[in-house]
């Protein structure tokens, strides 16, 4: 017997098959978030345009060092004079200076120990204090004449001047200190002991960075910035010229930033002659042996030796001495023909063949490609250190992990080099904006690693860091201050997410050929002066030719989530399909999907992100006439959707 109630049943199952719909969760997106009519970016202005670019009234000051320091190894401690010409380029008189005196943090009373940042290794232990005792800040010429007073604030010094320093004046100002290693600390949260002391079978390694006193930087758009130093934020340094003049026993080896002035006066006879001839060998040279470490006739006979080094236009400078190195260096050619020196020590320990015996090849590689694709290396040599570090990074100088090989000592070694163009050229603010030379600098490294050696490493280059841990709920934004993000989230954050971020808008938002083009533009414009991050994305703007607010909205001042799913399904008899795409998070990205016919055929469909502009749902209509059996958005995984079990809808038959 006919059940009419039942047929309607049937019929209404039978469209059910056709017309599909899930069930998704309620909408968070608001297209008037990432698209507002108001500008997302600060105006630009007489010092930093709109277009990205520093401004007809750009300024910045100038910091200029002579250093005469000498290293006592029984004391594990550097004393000596830090000479500093300070020129106050800004539209404005000074009447006071500031300068960072980071190693305080390793004092027992500073806000790095009480903010938990660093720990004792052994709490119980007696425990020096490391960091700074500052003997005399002494006026020696310039437009000021008087006493000059000073007080210390933690990692910072305010120097009080007797009479204003005026908007083009110069003064010089002598620092007496005593500079004492750390000792017996530990890092809770972070890599945050960038010197340290490596103790080796032939004797101690030292890495000495943040040794001297450094100006801060006055800027006109936070004027001096005087954040402490707490550890996981590093540094913000202005550019100037170093003379620095380092005495350590005649034992010991040192290599410097700068380029070495005075030879003669510090190597052998013979270690002179194999120093000049790697000047000219594109193959190593060794300076001093594997078999010569322990030999007392490979240094000069005399108390002491003082070791001569210059450095023009750069923001830092870091030195390195032991008696346990050995020392390979060579020359080689990077971008418009201009010849670099790769110096490389390290101690026997390290001396193996997947690890420190292909530092030179590594420096080579590194340098090369990076100032093929984005920028020339600026400085006249190279230098690679076996350090107690993970690795840190200083203008022409890194000082890398002893212990490393293989895959991980490709990446470190191409990592710290790589920060020769983030922060060393391009000078950001690393105490407030990490990511602007981590994350740049793991950006460029991801792409750099594929072209090494027919990709050995290539595997390096992925992003390890999954997904769900970049865009978790419990992520802070990119932006955010690195003393201010949690320590595990650190790597993930300012490195990982950078990295995939940018690699996502260079492949699939504005393609590689316009990024690079734009993003070489940016560190040309930048080289050595102080960029925000309004003027990195003001700069991608104007050169992608692109209002790019969206993209930094969501995945660079918020922590915006991406989920895109399929809505609906309408097969329209002999007709062509609808297909319903709902935005359900807060970040938009273009639209990719993927359509599948009963026929087995299938269609590509891309769709621009201003699909998004106005609505979170968006339908669109089939090119052939069929029925669609299958929809899949983004079917290579190309975005960062967090949630991809909407991201398939299947026909059932």
Same mark, same amino acid.
């Given at each position: ?14 469209? &059910? ?173 972070? &890599? ?37 130093? &707490? ?23 040192? @290599? ?181 030379? @981590? ?22 280059? @992925? ?45 699939? =938002?504005?393609?590689? @050929? ?127 959707? =967090? ?11």
């Amino acid at each position: 017997m006919h059940n009419p109630l039942q047929s309607i049943k049937i019929i209404i199952a039978c469209c &059910l098959l056709f017309i599909g719909h899930c069930a998704l969760a309620q909408s968070r997106y608001r297209p008037t978030d990432l698209f507002p009519a108001l500008p997302l970016l600060p105006p630009g202005n007489e010092y930093r345009t709109a277009t990205g670019e520093p401004g007809p009234a750009y300024w910045q000051n100038q910091a200029d060092y002579v250093i005469d320091v000498a290293l006592d190894d029984q004391k594990n401690v550097v004393s000596g004079t830090a000479t500093i010409t300070y020129t106050n380029n800004s539209p404005k008189s000074l009447s006071s200076l500031w300068l960072q005196l980071e190693q305080n943090v390793f004092k027992k009373d500073s806000r790095g120990i009480k903010s938990k940042l660093f720990l004792y290794k052994n709490p119980d232990e007696e425990t020096a204090d490391g960091g700074y005792d500052i003997q005399a800040v002494k006026l020696k010429d310039g437009a000021i004449t008087g006493d000059i007073k000073y007080n210390i604030y933690d990692t910072r010094m305010e120097l009080t001047l007797p009479q204003p320093l005026k908007s083009g004046q110069k003064v010089t100002f002598s620092v007496q200190y005593r500079y004492n290693f750390p000792q017996n600390y530990k890092n809770a949260d972070f &890599l945050v002991n960038r010197t340290d002391i490596l103790p080796t079978k032939n004797g101690n390694i030292y890495a000495v960075a943040q040794w001297y006193p450094r100006m801060c930087v006055l800027d006109d758009v936070e004027g001096w910035n005087t954040l402490p130093y &707490l550890g996981n934020g590093e540094f913000y340094l202005e550019y100037g010229n170093f003379n620095v003049n380092i005495t350590v026993p005649a034992g010991y080896i040192v @290599e410097g930033s700068g380029d070495l002035l005075n030879p003669e006066d510090v190597l052998t006879p013979v270690q002179l002659k194999r120093w000049q001839a790697a000047k000219q060998s594109e193959t190593p040279v060794f300076i001093r042996q594997a078999k010569e470490v322990a030999e007392a006739s490979t240094r000069p006979v005399k108390a002491t030796c003082t070791w001569k080094y210059r450095m023009d236009n750069t923001r830092d400078f870091a030195w390195t001495a032991s008696k346990a190195f050995i020392w390979e260096a060579f020359s080689f050619p990077v971008a418009g023909g201009k010849k670099v020196m790769g110096s490389s020590l390290y101690p026997v320990e390290s001396n193996k063949k997947d690890s420190w015996k292909r530092s030179s090849e590594y420096i080579k590689f590194t340098l090369q490609h990076f100032s093929e694709k984005w920028f020339t290396y600026p400085y006249n040599k190279a230098v690679n250190v076996a350090s107690n570090l993970d690795g840190m990074e200083y203008p022409g100088m890194v000082f890398c992990s002893a212990r490393d090989t293989g895959n991980a000592y490709f990446m470190v070694v191409n990592h710290e080099l790589g920060h020769t163009w983030f922060p060393m050229v391009v000078g950001g603010n690393e105490r407030k904006y990490a990511w602007m030379d @981590e994350g740049f600098n793991t950006f460029i490294d991801n792409l750099a690693v594929k072209d090494f050696n027919k990709g050995e490493f290539r595997g390096y280059a @992925e992003i390890y860091s999954p997904l769900d841990t970049l865009f978790s709920e419990r992520v802070v934004p990119i932006i955010t201050r690195p003393d201010a993000i949690p320590g595990d989230m650190v790597f993930p954050v300012q490195y990982q997410k950078v990295a995939y971020v940018l690699t996502l808008l260079r492949n699939q =938002v504005v393609g590689p @050929e316009r990024f690079d083009k734009a993003f070489r533009k940016y560190i040309a414009d930048w080289a050595y002066k102080h960029p925000t991050p309004w003027d990195f994305f003001r700069s991608m703007d104007s050169s992608v030719g692109e209002d790019l607010s969206w993209f930094w909205k969501s995945m660079f001042l918020e922590n915006y989530r991406l989920d895109q799913g399929v809505a609906k399904v309408e097969n329209m008899g002999n007709g062509r399909a609808q297909i319903t795409i709902e935005n359900l998070e807060k970040a938009a990205m273009p639209l990719v999907v993927q359509l599948t016919y009963a026929d087995g055929s299938t269609e590509h469909r891309e769709f621009p992100v201003e699909v998004w502009e106005y609505t979170g749902s968006y339908t669109f209509t089939c090119n052939k006439k069929a029925t669609v059996t299958k929809v899949t958005i983004d079917p290579d995984s190309l975005y960062p959707d =967090v949630n991809r079990a909407n991201n398939v809808y299947k026909i059932v038959n």
